[in-house]
């Protein structure tokens, strides 16, 4: 009983069991046998009128209607319920008793034989239900949060449940004769009277209190209205005779209007026991309270507490909306309550979204553990009642039509009994155990994933950012060994990218299989400094787990995780979830590391002849050209294989197209590349494009900014008649040289980007026309860019001296820049791939 000390406590559970034993004491009374003449009494009249009639009873037999007004009872004069119940309790279950009524201004007397009490109807009952239901959940937070401050949401809750109960069990009760009536009717009244202020209140406190500015940057600076609305808003904020004020407003209301009405002689229009103006001011309260929950649900920042306010807000708004229309207003309207039972019904929805979300959501941040294994047994159990009411219905349809149908309809439905229920399993996961079905599902998508990934960097986005969405946490971070280091490109500031194996903070985890909290690492501060320093890092973050991934004994990483956004310690599921990620990351780690060595010992072997066979077989051995021009190219690769290329295009006008390419990869990548780049520009020139076209389309296919590789082109049409066009998309510009021997720089185009560089990029042709024995030199700039043993190019100058020497002929320009080339780097290992493409107009007709 230690727990139920709390200041407090006690006076709101005193009330919450006095309201206990009225609604008890309610129930009690309806369902006592007495005599009872089946008149049901308008509870929204001083008089005695009759507001209906119960089923079978002797005021219907005798032919009392509503409206009528009850004047005497057993020949005397009655004027109120009390003197009706002194009358009755005389009287005896069976005798006949004369009633005089008035009816439309006559007078009548009918004789009434008095059965037994039969007020508790359907709806009555389902009224309790509620009642009840909402006042258990209500003392179950209560308890669970029993340490509380005076006024939190939870005591406040608690009253709101109670004074639902008591305006469920006590003011939708029949009207009757009894003192009990009397009483329990009143305290109904009192209830509706003060229920919203209760719900205004809490909604104003939950999840926590909502602040209201009067005062913003666009109001007056001074003045008298500053001061004033100063004051409201503290007396709003910070006073707490404001919930003092919306409890006693309500009945405040109520008995300053009766009170006018009385000393005024005016007609008071009462609605289930209440004035209109007390009605307009519940309606009020019960639009503030739900403005109230909308706010918070607009201010709301963590996910799960939006989801426990918008579901709360949901099942409130769909709870008292039909009820206040069908269980309220048309009953007092048409004087009649056949419409209430369907205004009940869906009132349950607010303790039930209520007891959802705690259950679902941990909502007042309860934890509710429901087992399983009862939910697996329910659901079998209404499986097993609807196959038995089937085969029960089917038998009895057809029973006559064959002696072995009941055999077969009862196997048929053990065949498909079991995979049903299972299929009805996954949705009760779901509905009861959402985070823990998210969360396994979570986990089996990055198993999954998990295996199919084979990069240290793509595990460590699985294994830290993915987790750290799981989970919901502030951060994660994933520390890997590489070496004598443990790398990390996941780790907030101030924790380290790059942290040395050697720490002993890092040899303690690598002893560990579990996961383990920092302040078990405490004692290793005196030992080592820069653990020390880790450690208080780790603390400032606010970090709760440190988790080593090992496999054989052998540290693969560390995994580190911060707090969760909902300040929630760390439970047997999270570290469970935590364990199973850790141990399949270790492995993939492993797996990963394993495929990296491997995958780099057959690269070594492999590779460059790999590629010397891609490169060898796309590069043509003779290129096309149109008539009167004559051609020679050349490709070197640096190594065995290389990224340049040399192709011819067909344009399909009776011209030629060449292209010189190099691309910015080496090896295996640039080969790779080198692939892509020829086909591309094969299948946009199959397809009619123009030139500027066929880089654009090469540049949209072969640009991937992850992939940061890009193909310098020299792009040149030839004509027959001696002239061409040119685009260059990041080569040097060609060589012109005339039949004199003059050599020349053809104009560069304005856009000279390489395709691939970037996403939207543009080129433009530079037209030409040779004369006869000129000559033109495609090349790559690894020409220029080749070295001698000190490290000097061979350059632009050298380029051009050696074309001007030659007589001009491609074979014999191709085979002369090679030697000069050969010559001045003096056999040396070459700096860059080189590729020539020599062309000569000879002048022949067309």
Not at 33 to 38: K, Q
Not at 409 to 428: C, H, K, S, T
Request: hydrophobic content about 50%; aromatic content about 8%.
């Amino acid at each position: 009983m230690k727990r139920l000390r709390s200041p407090g406590l006690v006076p709101v559970l005193t009330f919450g069991a006095v309201a206990f034993l009225v609604a008890c004491l309610s129930i009690l009374d309806m369902f006592l046998p007495r005599p009872y003449d089946g008149v049901i009494l308008d509870p929204d009249r001083s008089e005695l009128i009759v507001r209906a009639l119960a089923p079978g009873s002797g005021a219907l037999a005798a032919g009392l209607q509503p409206g009528d007004r009850i004047a005497g009872v057993g020949r005397e004069v009655v004027r109120s319920a009390s003197d009706v119940a002194q009358v009755l309790q005389r009287q005896k279950i069976g005798e006949v008793v004369p009633y005089l009524v008035e009816r439309h201004g006559d007078l009548l007397e009918r004789d009434v034989r008095l059965g037994p009490r039969q007020l508790g109807t359907l709806a009555y009952v389902y009224a309790c239900f509620s009642g009840f239901l909402f006042f258990f959940i209500g003392l179950y937070v209560l308890l669970q949060r029993p340490d509380e401050a005076r006024g939190g949401p939870s005591r406040v809750f608690f009253a709101l449940c109670t004074l639902f109960l008591l305006f469920l069990v006590c003011r939708l009760r029949p009207a009757s004769y009894s003192w009990v009536d009397g009483v329990v009717l009143t305290t109904g009244t009192l209830s509706l009277l003060v229920l919203p202020a209760a719900f205004l209140h809490f909604f104003l406190v939950f999840p926590r209190p909502l602040r209201l500015a009067f005062v913003g940057a666009g109001g007056p600076r001074s003045g008298r209205g500053r001061r004033w609305l100063r004051a409201a808003e503290r007396f709003v904020n910070e006073s707490p005779s404001l919930f003092r004020l919306l409890y006693l407003l309500p009945p405040l209301v109520y008995v300053l209007t009766l009170a006018v009405g009385a000393l005024f002689a005016i007609h008071i229009r009462v609605v289930s026991g209440a004035p209109i103006a007390n009605w307009v001011l519940m309606g009020d309260y019960l639009v503030l309270g739900l403005l109230a929950l909308l706010g918070s649900l607009v201010r709301a920042e963590e996910g799960r507490e939006r989801r426990q306010i918008a579901t709360v807000f949901v099942g409130t708004v769909a709870g008292v909306t039909p009820f206040l229309a069908l269980g309220i207003v048309m009953p007092s309207l048409l004087r009649s309550d056949r419409y209430l039972f369907w205004g009940e019904v869906p009132l349950t929805l607010i303790p039930l979204t209520f007891a959802y979300a705690i259950v679902r959501f941990q909502f007042f941040d309860i934890t509710v553990i429901v087992r399983k294994s009862v939910l697996y047994t329910l659901a079998t159990t209404v499986v097993a009642g609807t196959y038995a009411l089937g085969i029960a219905v089917s038998t009895l349809l057809f029973s006559g039509s064959s002696p072995y149908f009941p055999l077969l309809l009862a196997l048929a439905v053990l065949a498909i009994f079991d995979p049903l229920r299972r299929r009805l399993q996954e949705p009760v996961d779901r509905f009861f155990f959402r985070e823990v079905y998210d969360a396994r599902r979570a986990v089996e998508e990055v198993s999954a994933a998990v295996v199919r990934e084979f990069s240290i960097e793509g595990l460590e986005a699985l294994l830290a950012t993915r987790l750290s969405e799981i989970m919901h946490l502030e951060w994660a971070a994933l520390h890997v060994r590489e070496g004598t280091v443990m790398v990390s490109r996941t780790a907030p500031p101030p924790l380290p990218r790059e942290l040395p194996a050697r720490l002993l903070v890092i040899e303690e985890l690598a002893r560990l299989d579990e996961p383990v909290r920092p302040g078990t690492l405490e004692p290793l501060k005196q030992l080592e400094a820069d653990s020390r320093r880790l450690l208080d890092q780790l603390a400032a973050l606010g970090a709760r787990l440190l988790v080593p991934l090992r496999t054989r004994g052998q540290l693969h990483a560390v995994l580190s995780l911060g707090p969760k956004r909902s300040e929630e310690e760390f439970g047997t599921d999270d570290l469970q979830l935590v364990r199973t990620l850790a141990n399949q990351g270790a492995i993939a780690l492993e797996n990963a590391r394993l495929l990296r060595d491997r995958t780099r010992q057959v690269e070594l072997e492999k590779e460059l002849e790999i590629a010397r066979r891609v490169q060898v077989s796309l590069i043509p051995s003779a290129l096309p050209v149109p008539a009167g021009w004559q051609v020679a190219a050349r490709c070197i690769p640096a190594r065995q294989v290389g990224g340049d290329f040399y192709d011819a295009l067909s344009t399909g006008d009776g011209s030629v197209a060449l292209v010189v390419g190099d691309v910015s990869g080496k090896s295996v990548p640039g080969a790779m590349m080198m692939v892509a780049a020829r086909e591309v520009l094969h299948t946009a020139a199959l397809g009619g494009a123009s030139p500027v076209q066929i880089l654009e389309v090469a540049n949209q296919r072969l640009y991937a900014p992850r992939r940061h590789m890009f193909v310098a082109l020299a792009f040149m049409q030839l004509h027959a008649g001696g002239s061409g066009a040119y685009a260059l998309a990041g080569q040097p510009a060609p060589l012109r040289r005339r039949a004199g021997g003059e050599v020349s720089e053809l104009p560069p185009p304005t856009y000279r980007l390489p395709v691939g560089a970037l996403r939207d990029a543009h080129w433009d042709l530079v037209r030409f026309a040779l004369s006869p024995g000129d000559t033109v030199l495609l090349y790559s700039d690894g020409l220029s860019d080749a070295r001698t043993a000190d490290g000097e190019p061979f350059g632009d100058e050298r380029i051009a001296r050696a074309l001007a020497n030659g007589d001009g002929e491609p074979a014999a320009v191709v085979a002369g820049m090679m030697r000069e080339v050969e010559t001045f780097t003096a056999g040396g290992e070459p700096y860059d791939d080189i590729t020539l493409v020599a062309l000569r107009w000879t002048g022949a007709p067309a």
